[in-house]
């Protein structure tokens, strides 16, 4: 089997170049938020988390604050945290390579790896989908913040929903039971009571706090939709057949 011809490397392929198509959204949108060229691009070249990128300008264009903006970006690049520990943990990467892996470990990489069960596959699918988001979105943010003035208002074009969309499409895949949905929908509700009576980029702020006191209080484990994304390995070698394998399977 060729390069090409890998399932992982065709799907990190295709996922690389929607996700790229995309950062022209964040570059115009980036440039009506009042920020030069070189800002926008430092945005995508050194934090490279498109919904961190958005809560960023989202905050800075609503009139909130760089400390509200950063603290915005910041909440949401938390989940990036938690897939580089299962991207070392899958992949093992060794020196250099373990630099450059924290750099390209979003959403699209880390589903892409995990979602493969050859460990072959997965460095292909991780490696491929991270290094070509990066590449075409940091290019197609570069044609967004160019052409931003040529396009005038961005709500002319539905830009100016560009960041509710991507925060949508994070949100929507991982809700997939009701605890969850209740949740989102509460936090939501806390959102947009607070929207009158804060400052912009605060609300969001309201929101992880809500969540936080749910995690911290509930009682009890909710198992759908919650399956990690890695398997435990299991040791090699024949299946056991003893007393023991037969009690573990009749566990729970």
């Not at 699209?108 to 491929?128: I, K, L």
Request: hydrophobic residues 50%; glycine residues 14%.
């Amino acid at each position: 089997m060729t390069f090409l011809q890998s399932p992982a490397v065709r799907i990190g392929l295709s996922i690389s170049v929607a996700t790229g198509l995309y950062g022209v959204s964040f570059g115009a949108l980036s440039a009506a938020s009042g920020l030069v060229f070189w800002q926008t691009m430092a945005l995508s070249l050194l934090l490279f988390s498109g919904g961190s990128q958005f809560a960023f300008i989202g905050v800075l264009s609503g009139g909130g604050s760089g400390l509200a903006a950063m603290s915005a970006a910041a909440l949401l690049g938390i989940r990036n945290g938690v897939y580089g520990m299962q991207i070392n943990a899958l992949l093992a990467p060794r020196g250099l390579l373990k630099i450059a892996a924290a750099h390209v470990t979003i959403d699209e990489s880390t589903a892409t790896g995990t979602g493969q069960s050859d460990p072959s596959e997965q460095r292909r699918g991780f490696w491929v989908a991270g290094l070509g988001v990066f590449l075409l979105w940091n290019v197609f943010t570069a044609v967004g913040a160019l052409i931003g003035d040529a396009l005038g208002d961005p709500k002319q074009w539905g830009l100016d929903g560009a960041a509710v969309a991507a925060f949508l499409g994070l949100l929507w895949p991982r809700v997939k039971s009701r605890q969850p949905a209740a949740i989102a929908v509460l936090c939501a509700v806390a959102t947009l009571l607070a929207v009158p009576f804060v400052p912009s980029g605060v609300p969001i702020l309201v929101a992880a706090v809500v969540a936080g006191l749910i995690g911290w209080f509930r009682h009890g484990h909710e198992h759908d939709g919650m399956e990690p994304d890695i398997e435990p390995h299991s040791p090699p070698g024949p299946p056991s057949t003893g007393p023991s394998a037969a009690e573990g399977s009749g566990g729970r």
